[in-house]
């Protein structure tokens, strides 16, 4: 289902919820494709429009949308909480997929997302105190503009597929870099991209900070992912627009994640 809005969908102190209560928004998908059948397109990407705009409250979920054709499609104005971001697809927006810019005690958990084609994928602020990112089995695709943005966050971030394609595209990048746990990702620079501004690939990012030890950078093969399907390509087989179809490689991403992990 297609909703065409003519206004942002503004969440305020009156919707909320809490951290361990969530207000949960959730949409559909397909039982037979798994395919999310909740479409929000926003038909506007003047400054200020967003899908859903968060504008006070704590303890929302949003989760299995699709969210498009904005400026932003999930927007947090300053203000404190937790919320989760599960399930969605976040496309075709000219600003961020995900603008937590201005948050204050903002803790944002995203997990099994897929963010493409968008101005950028994730910002997040945490100059206050108290506030974090977590990005856990993300797909971020940037053409341009960086995969994940932090300044002064508290980031962690773990079985995750981010690719940057082109110049002055990054992976990920920071103003202040704060606390940083990031490991078993997938970190595909390509067509002259960098990981990060400061580090041209993850040789050189790991040297200096540490971090994804266990981490790959290799293309992740993508089913199609000029026609929007980011399935992880098998010989075993992947998922093609309906059936399940053998393919002539095996994504090194198969099998690479945190053998820990839920």
């Known amino acids: 289902i297609l909703y065409n809005l003519t206004n942002n969908i503004t969440l305020t102190a009156a919707d909320s919820g809490s951290g361990t209560n969530y207000v949960r928004i959730v949409g559909a998908r397909n039982a037979v494709t798994g395919a999310l059948t909740t479409w929000i397109n926003r038909n506007s990407r003047a400054s200020g429009a967003a899908c859903f705009r968060i504008e006070g409250g704590d303890g929302y979920s949003l989760e299995q949308m699709r969210l498009s054709g904005s400026s932003d499609g999930v927007y ?32 944002v958990t995203m997990d099994h997302c897929l963010l493409w084609n968008n101005g950028g994928g994730v910002y997040h602020y945490g100059g206050y105190g108290g506030s974090s990112l977590t990005v856990s089995s993300c797909t971020i695709v940037q053409d ?18 981010v690719v940057a394609s082109g110049s002055g595209t990054r992976c990920l990048d920071w103003s202040s870099f704060g606390s940083v746990v990031s490991d078993y990702n997938d970190l595909y620079v390509e067509w002259g991209a960098q990981l990060s501004s400061a580090y041209a690939d993850l040789v050189a990012w ?24 980011f399935h992880l390509q098998s010989t075993g087989g992947s998922w093609h627009g309906g059936a399940w179809l053998a393919d002539l490689a095996n994504s090194p991403c198969i099998d690479s994640g945190d053998p820990l992990a839920p």
């Open 76 to 107: 947090f104005a300053p203000l404190d909480g937790s919320h989760r971001l599960v399930g969605l697809e976040l496309l075709d927006n000219n600003g961020w997929a995900v603008n937590a810019s201005q948050g204050r005690t903002l803790k």
């Open 144 to 161: 341009w503009g960086t995969g994940i943005y932090w300044n002064y966050s508290p980031v962690v971030l773990s079985n995750n597929i």
């Open 206 to 229: 790991r040297a200096a900070r540490a971090q994804d030890v266990h981490s790959l950078s290799l293309d992740p093969l993508f089913v199609d992912d000029w026609n929007g399907d």
